[in-house]
């Protein structure tokens, strides 16, 4: 049962998406943020198109992975990269008590690590329980999501 057609959306705990340009917007402002703590700015995502960022946005909502990771090769400036990496930590899995951090992780950076600063473990990345050593660029390399935000879900003891 849909609680958006039952009137009980939890409108002050979730963001309301009521249309595509919702999404999309919500999408692009989260990649420009990501953009400038991985790279220093979000210049890249502003030299694209607005047909690259159509495409873009419609890949991911699509799950058309060629066509997102050939738009996402002229966002991903190697060279520009600051040595951060933008990563959300989530605590409490229940929505009464869903608390999002921000961080702007060193790119050397273990999971653990990470962790300790907050006083916080264990954790899920994508559902799976991470491995406390793995390395956080790991992590934002092959985990990360399309807005380039590494999501951590750190549980409750």
Known sequence: INAEYMGHFPEKKLLHMREGKDVQFFFNHSLKEAACIKFGSAKAIFHLSAPEQNEL?????????EHYKKIHQKIAQPDGHTGKLPVR????LGLETIQVTLKAAPADMTLAQL????????????GVSALPDT???????????????????????
């Not at 930590?89 to 409490?92: A, E, T």
């Not at 962790?115 to 994508?126: I, K, N, Q, R």
């Not at 390395?135 to 003891?157: F, G, Y």
């Open 89 to 92: 930590l989530y605590s409490g």
């Open 57 to 65: 946005v419609a890949a991911v909502r699509d799950q058309k992975f």
């Open 135 to 157: 390395p956080l660029q790991w992590l934002a390399d092959n985990a990360a999501h399309p807005d380039l935000w590494l999501n951590v879900v750190v549980l409750d003891h």
């Open 115 to 126: 962790l300790d600063t907050t006083g916080a473990s264990p954790s899920l990345v994508h």
